[in-house]
């Protein structure tokens, strides 16, 4: 089993940054790719970004290209998602989630986090 735990949500101004941090623990090599996904109130749950914890695949969804980044420790220990150039479409709710596989869709996640709220105001 695989155990995600978010940090880093908050509230901030548009135009602002905030970088959300993933604590993975437990089997974390049972974890191919590891992304962050958001659902907005009203939304469907979407990725954001996911990549392999070696870092040689990573996609973004086409709303946050240019503008968040996803890393994480070659330890597999800490998965961040730093997001810049923030705006009101960006708020939600940011869930960390694995994947025994490469995740192309939500489902494809097979481990989750409880979520860490981010709000942009206008």
């Known amino acids: 089993q695989v155990h995600l735990e978010e940090s880093g949500g908050g509230v901030v101004q548009t135009g602002g940054s905030l970088r959300l941090s993933c604590a993975a623990s437990g089997r974390t090599f049972a974890a191919y790719s590891i992304g962050w996904l958001r659902q907005a109130p009203g939304k469907e749950r979407e990725i954001v970004a996911v990549?392999?914890?070696?870092?040689?695949?990573?996609k973004y969804h086409d709303a946050v290209q240019g503008r968040f980044t996803i890393s994480g420790d070659n330890a597999r220990t800490t998965v961040y998602l730093q997001m810049d150039d923030l705006n009101p479409e960006d708020t939600a709710i940011y869930y960390c989630?694995?994947?025994?596989?490469?995740?192309?869709?939500?489902?494809?996640?097979?481990?989750w986090g409880r979520g860490t709220q981010v709000t942009v105001s206008s």
């Open positions: 989630a694995g994947s025994r596989g490469w995740a192309k869709t939500p489902d494809d996640f097979d481990y």
């Open positions: 990549t392999t914890w070696t870092g040689s695949i990573t």
